[in-house]
């Protein structure tokens, strides 16, 4: 009964509001921990009480869940009893009432201009054949230059790269689509190695292989180069950079395009249509960022910011 509410709860999620593949994933595994967390003490679904939701959330705390996963969890429970009661399954929502934890927010980390010049210069020689250098420098320039998120740059068909576009069309979450705009740098890059993708296509058409309808072909399930791959690639990268490899993921490239924007002027609903964001509110973050950088640049330059001999 309890796993039949989870199933159909994730299949109205992915049919109804859009829900991206990756969301269903983890509001899969959170309610399957809280499924078994509930069969444990032998508590179903249809008759749980608020307190054994309470109880669960303690039980996370005292495992040393983070703030943020804590929330997400009461989230996701609170949006399958919302369901079971608009099913008619349950009278009640027992998590409707319950306060979370609520998620700390911590500002983004984000690059310098220069560090992030040094890591484009990087992706260039990163590879150990000529295919792999012309990705993975098409690969950095992109997520820079147009703010996607690391999910959205690999699972690129691509068609969306053909005839030398000045724009790229993404799909994001929710399948929602955005135009984003593609730095000269950018197409330069994605040039090149569309060039060398088709000649490579040619090559392996006569050997009896299908040509891969993705941009970047991998090994992964979808056909694609994965996140986890990319992840670790850009992790080497920083470290031909010279630069903290601990403080560069594909996201954090994302947050410089979005600093960067908005130090130089860019209006913020503007960033938010190029990210994606669905709320104003998520990309006012940046002007924090912002903000912290333009204090620490007083205090460490203003001369009378600087203590008196």
């Known amino acids: ?6 199933s159909t709860f994730l299949d109205a999620q992915a049919a109804e509001a859009n829900a991206a593949r990756n969301t269903l994933l983890a509001y899969g595994r959170d309610l399957k921990d809280f499924l078994d967390w509930s069969a444990r003490r032998g508590l179903g679904l249809e008759s749980l009480p608020k307190s054994a939701v309470e109880d669960y959330l303690v039980s996370c705390e005292a495992e040393g869940l983070s703030k943020a996963t804590r929330a997400r969890r009461l989230s996701v429970i609170r949006q399958l009893f919302r369901f079971a009661h608009d099913e008619g399954w349950r009278t009640d929502n027992p998590a409707l009432r319950i306060s979370g934890p609520g998620a700390s927010q911590r500002l983004p980390k984000t690059l310098s ?23 993975n420098a098409a690969l950095v320039e992109l997520l820079y230059a147009t703010g996607m998120r690391v999910s959205e740059l690999v699972g690129l068909p691509v068609s969306a790269a053909r005839g030398e576009p000045k724009m790229i069309l993404v799909r994001g979450k929710g399948d929602k689509e955005r135009l984003v705009p593609l730095s000269t740098p950018a197409r330069a890059a994605l040039g090149e190695w569309l060039a060398w993708r088709d000649a490579e296509d040619v090559r392996l058409h006569a050997l009896g292989h299908r040509p891969s309808k993705a941009l970047f072909p991998g090994g992964g399930a979808d056909g694609h180069l994965t996140r986890q ?7 080497d990268i920083a470290v031909l950079a010279g630069v903290d490899p601990t403080r560069v993921t594909p996201h954090t490239l994302r947050h410089a395009f979005a600093t960067h924007l908005l130090a130089g002027g860019a209006d913020l609903r503007v960033i938010q249509t190029l990210l994606g964001h669905a709320d104003v509110a998520t ?13 620490s640049l007083v205090l460490t330059h203003h001369p009378l910011a600087k203590p008196k001999p």
């Open 229 to 235: 791959h990319f992840y670790l690639v850009i992790k």
């Open 1 to 6: 009964m309890s796993e039949r509410w989870i």
């Open 283 to 295: 990309t006012e973050i940046y002007t924090h960022v912002l903000d912290d950088q333009l204090k």
């Open 113 to 135: 201009h220069d560090e992030v010049e040094r890591l484009l210069d990087a992706s260039r020689t990163k590879g150990r054949t000529l295919g792999e250098r012309l990705r």
